[in-house]
């Protein structure tokens, strides 16, 4: 098989002394896996950072062998965010998300074109707020979609009150959830919203297909 597409670098592990083994997300092909040979020399290795937007050539002998990659950088995108630790904890996450959910040589435009708004959502001032909705979104585009107010009692929103008891009493569920226009601007606000969608995301989608919570999301939540 061989194909030319271009897409961003999910993951790398090291595969020998010169080369690695690599997950890009592309345009026309979904999640693809294969070896970039000579992946250490100075040529290459400078802007092989995950996140990075690359034009690839993919090619494979046949599917019982790996394929490999020729790799061209199209836009450096990580390495504005190297000094921001929050921010790239972040985009390590964000990756390691579609990486987890999304299944090999299976195309989604709509999840590609989610990768290019995460990068224009990080320089908003209100970003966290923002990448919330597009991580609830990337979930939705997999086939898991969830509504809050489905879980509250729209006559027991206050005004002034940054949260809402669940139906069942067992949640504080933040407005902002339910109201995408709510001004918030509290961090512990903002965690807590992170927290009951990573609750979601592990109880309805990870669990289920005995998928291990990503540790990336901890850390990103532990930097805020």
């Known amino acids: 098989m061989k194909f030319e597409d271009e897409g961003f670098l999910l993951s790398k592990n090291k595969y020998n002394e010169n080369s690695v083994i690599a997950e890009f997300f592309t345009k026309n092909n979904g999640k693809v896996s294969g070896i970039i040979f000579g992946a250490t020399s100075a040529k290459i290795k400078n802007f092989l950072l995950i996140g990075n937007h690359f034009n690839i050539q993919f090619n494979s002998k046949n599917q019982n062998k790996a394929g490999y990659f020729k790799t061209e ?5 990580t390495p504005h965010f190297l000094d921001d630790k929050i921010k790239l904890n972040c985009i390590l996450y964000s990756l390691n998300l579609i990486k987890i959910l999304t299944v090999e040589n299976q195309s989604n435009k709509k999840i590609y074109n989610q990768l290019f708004k995460l ?3 990080l320089n ?3 970003w966290i707020k ?3 909705f597009w991580e609830l979104e990337v979930i939705k585009l997999v086939g898991y979609d ?3 107010n489905d879980y509250i009692d729209q006559k027991k929103i206050k005004i002034d009150d940054p949260y809402v008891k669940s139906i069942d009493g067992s949640k504080k569920i933040p407005v ?3 109201k995408k226009n709510n001004s918030i601007i509290n961090y512990e606000v903002l965690k807590d919203g992170l ?3 990573g609750d979601f995301l592990n109880k309805t989608i990870l669990i289920p297909n005995n998928i291990n919570f990503p540790l ?3 850390e990103f939540l532990k930097s805020i």
């Open 73 to 77: 950088i199209e836009k450096i995108f």
């Open 119 to 121: 990068f224009e959502l």
């Open 124 to 126: 908003r001032e209100d």
């Open 130 to 132: 923002t990448f919330i």
């Open 146 to 148: 969830i509504d809050f």
């Open 176 to 178: 902002f959830l339910l």
């Open 195 to 197: 927290k009951i969608v």
């Open 216 to 218: 990336s999301r901890i």
